[in-house]
């Protein structure tokens, strides 16, 4: 069974521009979940979805949106880029939503890098 | 609000030999879970070991467990006979019990170095 998979891997843009990241979670996974990898905040989380709905959102500015699709993939997407926003974006995908038993796989992230 | 707090920044272990690896977490929650995850330098992050709060088992799986103690919030991770494979990044996660949510609270992370 295939993984969880990011498009871009890797992205440089300007700021001031914007950016969609595409996921595309493993087979039959309902839930995707992303999260800011940064050296200096370390791992914190966007939002997650499920059946198409955002169902929970973290502390991030309205710049930062997201949606998921009928198929499941999800995409976020970041406005009016700043230089605080280059970091490492990971997803996470599962069978359904808060049910531990059922693992998060993550995918390898896209790095998006603002100049 | 939950927090999770990795205290090692960086550890550093002979192969063969065991090392723990640190967490601690504060909430006022009953029920959560809290995992073990291991990022290593090729990024993908996997999870090693989970452990449900209401267990008072603590979690094994191979060579990795952990010693949780819920009155302390304490979570950590034991690696015996440690492989060069191990080295990455270790973050400690927790996860609310209360609401459907995938939400991962993670700490800072502990730099696992594996000498040969």
């Known amino acids: 069974k295939a993984g969880v998979t990011q498009t871009p891997r890797y992205l440089i843009k300007t700021r001031g521009q914007q950016v969609t990241l595409s996921c595309s979670p493993i087979?039959?996974?309902?839930?995707v979940s992303w999260y800011q990898q940064t050296p200096g905040q370390g791992l914190q989380f966007l939002f997650e979805y499920f059946s198409e709905t955002q169902r929970n959102k973290g502390n991030f500015p309205g710049r930062f949106s997201g949606r998921q699709f009928s198929n499941s993939r999800s995409e976020m997407n970041v406005s009016t880029l700043e230089l605080g926003d280059s970091a490492l974006y990971l997803c996470?995908?599962?069978?359904?939503?808060?049910?531990?038993?059922?693992?998060?796989?993550f995918g390898p992230g896209t790095r998006l890098t603002v100049t | 609000a939950q927090t999770v707090t990795q205290s090692q920044p960086e550890m550093s272990v002979q192969e063969a030999e065991t090392v723990t690896l640190s967490c601690t977490y504060d909430?006022?929650?009953?029920?959560?879970?809290l995992f073990w995850y291991k990022q290593p330098p090729s990024r993908q992050m996997i999870l090693v070991i989970r452990?449900?709060?209401?267990?008072?088992q603590n979690a094994t799986e191979n060579r990795f467990s952990v010693n949780f103690q819920k009155a302390a919030k304490s979570f950590s991770l034991k690696i015996s006979d440690s492989q060069l494979g191990d080295a990455a990044m270790y973050f400690c996660a927790y996860r609310s019990g209360e609401g459907a949510t995938n939400k991962l609270i993670f700490g800072t992370g502990t730099l696992l170095a594996v000498q040969p």
């Open positions: 996470a995908s599962s069978l359904a939503q808060g049910m531990p038993s059922y693992e998060q796989y």
């Open positions: 452990q449900e709060a209401y267990k008072q």
């Open positions: 087979s039959g996974h309902r839930s």
């Open positions: 909430t006022s929650e009953s029920d959560y879970y």
